[in-house]
């Protein structure tokens, strides 16, 4: 099992940026592929990002290309979310997800682990 930690949310004007943070702890950080996830209210979660165990690969959602980069140190067990030139329908909370088998993906469903979310708000 592995526990997931985020960090780094906040509230900033559009066209700001953040960097979220995600800290796992427990089984060996690589054996995961991670994403990203966020939700807003009223809406259901949607993925934002992913990549692969050894972050060779890596998949966004079509509204967050050129913005989002998301990467991981597994040295840390830790993987990041940057964003940039934020926007106000960015504003949602955001979730780190681990998913253990098969390749990374875009479903939340199959993934195994959740993180308890980190607030992001962007302001106009």
């Known amino acids: 099992q592995v526990q997931l930690v985020e960090s780094g949310g906040g509230l900033v004007q559009a066209g700001g940026s953040l960097r979220l943070s995600c800290a796992a702890s427990?089984?060996?950080?690589?054996?995961?592929?991670m994403g990203w996830f966020r939700q807003a209210p009223g809406q259901e979660r949607d993925f934002v990002a992913t990549i692969s165990r050894y972050g060779s690969s890596t998949d966004y959602t079509d509204s967050v290309k050129g913005r989002f980069t998301i990467s991981r140190d597994n040295a840390k067990s830790t993987v990041y979310l940057q964003m940039n030139n934020l926007k106000p329908e960015d504003t949602a909370v955001y979730y780190c997800a681990a998913k253990t088998l098969g390749q990374k993906s875009r479903a939340s469903d199959e993934y195994d682990y959740w993180g308890r979310g980190t607030q992001v708000t962007v302001s106009s």
């Open positions: 427990g089984r060996t950080f690589s054996n995961y592929h």
